[in-house]
C-alpha cells in the first residue's frame, strides 16, 4: 500500500526557519517525481515544488524560490522540503504528492503537516 | 504562468442531481489536466487525469471532458458523499496551478 507520511510541521516565528519531511512507503521511490503542495487555512491549493526521481531536475512556484529548497534521500526513501525566511503567508498546511507518470497527476498524496509562522 | 479560472466558486444542489463545473485555462494545454475532490481536514484525491480518464477506484458518475483552454467535471448523479470542494490542476507545464475551487453544497 502506498503510504506518504509528512512530519516537521509546527509554529516558528517570522524570519525563522522549517524542515519538513514527507516518508514514502509501498512504492519504488526512486522511480517517481514528486511534489509539495500547499494550503493556506481556508484557501485553495498552491503547487509549491516539484522534484524528479533522481533529484536533478527541480521547479519552484515563484512564492517560495531563494527561500525553500527540496530535495531528497531515495536510500531513505524521504522527500524533503527545507524551509527558510518564512513569513505569515508561508501558513499553510503542507502536503507531499506523488506525480504518477502514467496519469501525469498528483494520484497520492500525505494526509499533511501544518506550519504555523507567528 | 498559467492561469485556470475556476466556475462557479460555489454551488448548492440536491442530491440526484447533475452538476458541471468548468476550469478555463489562460492558453492551450491540450488534454493536461487533472481533478481533484477534497473533503475538510483531508489531503485532495484525484478523480480524472488527462482531461477524461478515470482514476483507479473513483466511481463512474464522474467524467471530465475538454481538450484546449476548456475542461469541464460533471457529477452525473450528486451522492451525499460528493458535497466536497472540487479543483483543476493544469499539469502541462511549470510552475503547475489549480484552479480556485469549487465547493458543492447541499440544497
Known amino acids: 500500500e502506498v503510504q506518504l507520511v509528512e512530519s516537521g510541521g509546527g509554529l516558528v516565528q517570522p524570519g525563522g526557519s522549517l524542515r519538513l519531511s514527507c516518508a514514502a512507503s509501498?512504492?519504488?521511490?526512486?522511480?517517481?517525481?514528486m511534489n509539495w503542495v500547499r494550503q493556506a487555512p481556508g484557501k485553495g491549493l498552491e503547487w509549491v515544488s516539484y522534484?524528479?526521481?533522481?533529484?536533478?531536475?527541480?521547479y519552484y512556484a515563484d512564492s517560495v524560490k531563494g527561500r525553500f529548497t527540496i530535495s531528497r534521500d531515495n536510500a531513505k526513501n524521504s522527500l524533503y522540503l527545507q524551509m527558510n525566511s518564512l513569513g505569515a503567508e508561508d501558513t499553510a498546511v503542507y502536503y507531499c504528492?506523488?506525480?504518477?507518470?502514467?496519469?501525469?497527476?498528483?494520484?497520492?498524496w500525505g494526509q499533511g503537516t501544518l506550519v504555523t509562522v507567528s | 504562468a498559467i492561469q485556470m479560472t475556476q466556475s462557479p466558486p460555489s454551488l448548492s444542489a440536491s442530491v440526484g442531481d447533475r452538476v458541471t463545473i468548468t476550469c478555463r485555462a489562460s492558453?492551450?494545454?491540450?488534454?493536461?489536466l487533472g481533478w481533484f475532490q477534497q473533503k475538510p481536514g483531508k489531503a485532495p484525491k484525484l478523480l480524472i487525469y488527462?482531461?477524461?480518464s478515470l482514476q483507479s477506484g473513483v466511481p463512474s458518475r464522474f467524467s471530465g471532458t475538454g481538450s484546449g483552454t476548456d475542461f469541464t467535471l460533471t457529477i452525473s448523479s450528486l451522492q451525499p458523499e460528493d458535497f466536497a470542494t472540487y479543483y483543476c490542476?493544469?499539469?502541462?507545464?511549470?510552475?503547475?496551478?489549480f484552479g480556485q475551487g469549487t465547493k458543492v453544497e447541499i440544497k
Open positions: 504528492a506523488r506525480d504518477d507518470y502514467g496519469s501525469g497527476s498528483y494520484d497520492y
Open positions: 492558453q492551450g494545454i491540450r488534454n493536461d
Open positions: 522534484i524528479s526521481g533522481s533529484g536533478r531536475t527541480i
Open positions: 488527462a482531461a477524461s
Open positions: 490542476l493544469q499539469d502541462y507545464n511549470y510552475p503547475r496551478t
Open positions: 509501498g512504492f519504488t521511490f526512486s522511480s517517481y517525481e
